[in-house]
């Protein structure tokens, strides 16, 4: 489709010539947005080289709408860094808590990833500092999604469980189950929001939860 060529997954060298080509007959306004998508349907095809450098390009990009699809990019860009380069995730996500402190144009749960990184580290600084975060979170996000606060449950279970708080996992773990089999939120939208729990992690829930 004619609308479609800035989400096609093609990255051959024909088709990023395409790409750029049609990017620049595109209006400025709509460029960053059109370069984070396109990033988006590589991320999504394994081409993960390709879109961290679609990303950095909305970044750099001055358009009248690249400070949101900036934000946007910087989460993108602290996820995909996540499992190979922490640290560097960890780079971005506190970057976009320092530019963005309202969560505009995110998920909104960037506190509960950095978190995650926190706790994964689990030095006695980086314990205290994604207990603080965790905190922060639910005033701060107020996101209706059950999926959201699911997650939010889980790193609370492996705050929990690093720092041998049995009592505050177990009630993370009850509050983790409840969510995981609510139904959708949103009468005309049934599946936004809704948790896709796995299976190991409703079996971890229930042994905590006992």
């Known amino acids: 489709m004619e609308n479609e060529w800035f989400r096609s997954p093609a990255w051959g060298e024909a088709d990023r010539a395409l790409f750029e080509a049609r ?3 595109s209006r400025g306004y709509n460029r960053a947005q059109y370069l984070r998508i396109k990033g988006l349907a590589l991320s999504d095809a394994g ?3 390709g879109a961290r450098d679609l990303w950095l390009r909305v970044l750099a990009d001055d358009g009248e709408f690249s400070k949101m699809e900036g934000f946007t990019a910087l989460e993108h860009l ?4 996540v499992e190979d380069k ?3 995730a960890e780079t971005y996500y506190r970057r976009l808590l320092a ?3 309202t969560l505009k144009s995110t ?3 960037q506190h509960i990833k950095l978190a995650e990184l926190l706790i994964r580290r689990g030095e006695a600084q980086d314990l205290e500092e994604a207990a603080e975060l965790l905190t922060q979170w639910p005033d701060v996000a107020r996101l209706p999604f059950p999926s959201a606060h699911f997650r939010w449950n889980l790193a609370v279970i492996d705050l929990a469980e690093a720092t041998g708080d049995r009592e505050t996992a177990v009630e993370a773990a009850r509050r983790a189950l409840d969510l995981a089999y609510r139904g959708p939120v949103f009468p005309r939208h049934k599946t936004v929001g809704v948790v896709h729990a796995e299976h190991r992690d409703l079996e971890r829930l229930k042994r905590v939860a006992k």
């Open 86 to 88: 922490p640290l560097l």
């Open 47 to 49: 081409e993960i080289a």
């Open 23 to 25: 990017l620049a007959r």
């Open 99 to 101: 530019d963005n402190p």
């Open 78 to 81: 602290g996820d995909s860094y």
């Open 107 to 109: 998920t909104a749960t």
